[in-house]
């Protein structure tokens, strides 16, 4: 039987109490593939190296290492379709709408959330990056068949020319 | 040591309002962060209690249902993970009762008066507070030595440490470490607070405790915190002072730890004066 295809979301939060609450919901509500760093710079490792495909990425804002904002600004170079989400205690959601607006985040979560606006929100995002993925598909479909009909249109002149 | 006036004057009662504003201040800086550290352990319990009730519905259904093996382990699992997120959730309440009881005792509200404290015991608690500034760029050493309890406003050489605690953090722009020492030294208790934050340059030294010197720039420091630390030292008939070189900066501080009679009654008359302004 071939397994089926879960959806990759990478949640990364310095906070283990975070991760716990997140990866339960979702392991009890949702089939979702969670990856957990609480590390941003080992995400980014990870992402060069190990990670193939994400098809969401969470972060928090206030981390040790680098701020959540300049973590998905990293994210976005890497894989620039993907949708990014920032978690974010209510004291910086200027910084966060700033950061919305700047680095191009696809939405953000205010602390504490909700969990059927978090689901939602996934929900959403992933449906995305999947539209996108297929939209891409498509164009180079199109090109394709572009291509192949400029090379016929090519052979029906040289007969005929 | 300048002396101490013996009574209230009108300039005492103006500097009880700029204390009080400068704490003011300091709390108002402390917020964003503060809100940062509450929201953290209260959005995961906000988040497992919902958890937890949506695993009570699934459980009820597999209970319903036959049961069978394939519905047997599905429950036990579903209360491995609801045992997990209960966990959690004692982790955060844990963490918020932390929060809360280090500002209570931070502030010490309900003890305003006079009385004999545990430094270490301030100096933890404002530790707790300052906590969000600090985080994993910059280690705490402690070196605490045994010292007795010192007769003093607790709640207002809080403020001293914290002002100190957040200075030596925005003093260091990456990684670092804050030092905290206390021993005995006479009939005094030493608190010193040193930083690596690489040092105060000479020129500035003399003017650190200017009131409105600051070389943080508009809006990130009000220019008084030094100042006011250097009075409320004073009020307690202590002495503090700055040392800096070789990209390290120490301030020392030497509190009496007990005061005469009538030093007391001074005391207490400008803390009244403080309170009178606060109302």
């Not at chain 2, 005792?105 to 608690?125: C, M, P, V, W």
Request: charged share 25%.
């Amino acid at each position: 039987m071939a397994e089926k295809y879960l959806p990759v979301i990478l949640l990364v939060d310095d906070e283990e109490m975070i991760i716990t609450s997140i990866k339960s919901f979702l392991a009890i509500e949702t089939e979702y593939h969670l990856m957990t760093y609480t590390s941003p710079l080992k995400a980014l490792e990870d992402l060069d190296n190990k990670v193939k495909k994400v098809d969401l990425v969470i972060s928090d804002y206030l981390m040790p290492e680098m701020d959540g904002i300049s973590f998905l600004a990293e994210v976005k170079k890497r894989m620039p379709l993907v949708p990014r989400i920032l978690l974010t205690g209510y004291a910086d959601k200027e910084n966060a709408i700033n950061a919305i607006n700047n680095v191009g985040l696809y939405q953000y979560i205010e602390k504490p959330w909700n969990n059927d606006d978090l689901r939602l929100i996934i929900r959403n995002g992933i449906e995305k990056t999947h539209l996108l993925n297929e939209l891409e598909a498509k164009i180079r479909e199109v090109e394709k068949v572009h291509k192949e009909l400029h090379d016929v249109h090519k052979e029906i002149l040289k007969v005929f020319v | 040591m300048k002396g101490i006036p013996n009574e209230t004057s009108p300039q005492d009662d103006a500097n009880a309002e700029l204390i009080q504003s400068e704490k003011m201040a300091s709390l108002g800086l402390l917020s964003a962060g503060l809100a940062h550290e509450i929201n953290t352990p209260l959005g995961a319990i906000h988040s497992n209690n919902d958890t937890i009730a949506r695993g009570i519905e699934k459980m009820k259904h597999l209970l319903a249902e036959k049961g069978d093996a394939d519905n047997r382990r599905a429950a036990l699992d579903l209360l491995g993970l609801l045992e997990e997120v209960s966990q959690n959730t004692s982790l955060a309440t844990e963490r918020l009762m932390n929060i809360v009881g280090s500002l209570k005792n931070f502030t010490r509200l309900d003890e305003a008066e006079f009385k004999k404290a545990d430094i270490h015991e301030g100096l933890e608690s404002t530790l707790t507070i300052v906590q969000h500034k600090l985080r994993e760029r910059i280690a705490v050493k402690k070196n605490y030595g045994k010292i007795p309890l010192v007769e003093c406003y607790p709640n207002r050489l809080n403020q001293v440490f914290m002002n100190l605690i957040v200075n030596a953090a925005q003093a260091i722009h990456d990684r670092g470490t804050i030092t905290i020492e206390t021993s005995l030294q006479g009939d005094s208790v030493r608190v010193s607070i040193s930083d690596d934050g690489g040092g105060i340059p000479a020129e500035n030294l003399p003017k650190v405790f200017d009131p409105g010197f600051t070389t943080k720039g508009v809006g990130v420091g009000t220019g008084l915190g030094l100042s006011i630390c250097y009075q409320i030292i004073q009020q307690h008939q202590g002495k503090i002072e700055v040392e800096s070189g070789n990209g390290k900066t120490t301030f020392t501080m030497d509190l009496p730890i007990t005061h005469k009679k009538d030093e007391r009654l001074r005391m207490q008359a400008r803390q009244g004066a403080a309170i009178k302004k606060k109302r």
